[in-house]
């Protein structure tokens, strides 16, 4: 998709990214963990950028291996990234580095 021409939804669509990460990061608090410093990164920087961020790192964040190991990559910011509704926001070698990440893992995204 064109991004140009879906521009006057792009703001929603990045509220909506945002407000999935914190949804997850609260799912996350049920399972025991505080994900800390990502809710600091997203209120700072939001959603989008945080995930951004994340994934041009060399190797997946303290969170992301937390909820590995809690059986629960479904809340990871790369299984959100790698939902189509979100396919606007990032670049396909984002999105791939996401399922990169993810495979190498164990974990199969559903790409819906």
């Known amino acids: 998709m ?3 021409v879906h521009g006057g ?3 929603k669509l990045e509220k909506k990214f945002h407000s999935d990460m914190l949804e997850g990061s609260q799912l996350a608090k049920k ?3 505080n994900p800390t410093y990502f809710l ?3 209120s700072d920087i939001g959603g989008v950028q945080a ?9 997946p ?4 291996t937390t909820l590995w190991e ?5 809340l990871s910011v790369e299984a959100h990234v790698l939902k189509l509704e979100y396919e606007i926001l990032f670049s396909d070698e984002e999105r791939q580095t996401c399922l990169h990440r993810l495979e190498a893992y164990g974990y199969k995204p559903v790409i819906s």
């Open 61 to 64: 964040s303290d969170g992301f």
């Open 51 to 59: 995930a951004k961020q994340l994934i041009k790192a060399d190797k």
């Open 2 to 4: 064109d991004k140009l």
């Open 31 to 33: 399972l025991g963990y």
């Open 9 to 11: 939804n792009i703001k």
């Open 70 to 74: 809690l059986g629960r990559l479904d």
């Open 40 to 42: 600091r990164m997203v």
